[in-house]
């Protein structure tokens, strides 16, 4: 399976992005991470493979809404009030079967290419 992440760009702080990550199969439980420079990658956001459980980083709570559709094999992250803590790529990544719920990159198998994400303050 390959996945294939879009919507990134640059934005005033405030502002809004809607990321989307295309898989090329079916997937499980889907994430969204991202990475600034000199940093570690972190996770934003995850999605179980139903929908129906979501998972948001204390940093992106109330500003950020993860979602997927199934019949279309692409996950979605909706990114409002974006601030210049946000500017950073953005990863999108797949569990190839079912698993616990998991914030930690090791675990998931496939990965989007990235797409970069700059907020201006």
């Known amino acids: 399976v390959q996945l294939q992440a879009s919507g990134g760009g640059l934005v005033q702080a405030g502002g809004s992005l809607r990321l989307s990550c295309a898989a090329s199969?079916?997937?499980?439980?889907m994430a969204w991470f991202r990475q600034a420079p000199g940093r570690e990658r972190e996770s934003v956001a995850v999605?179980?493979?139903?929908?129906?459980?979501?998972y948001y980083a204390d940093s992106v709570k109330g500003r950020f809404t993860i979602s997927r559709d199934n019949a279309k094999n692409t996950m979605y992250l909706q990114m409002n009030s974006l601030k210049a803590e946000d500017t950073a790529v953005y990863y999108c990544?797949?569990?190839?079967?079912?698993?616990?719920?998991?914030?930690?990159?090791?675990?998931?198998?496939?990965w989007g290419q990235g797409t970069q994400v700059t907020v201006s303050s």
């Open positions: 990544a797949a569990h190839n079967q079912r698993r616990p719920v998991s914030t930690m990159p090791a675990t998931y198998e496939y």
């Open positions: 199969g079916r997937t499980y439980d």
């Open positions: 999605i179980s493979w139903s929908g129906g459980s979501t």
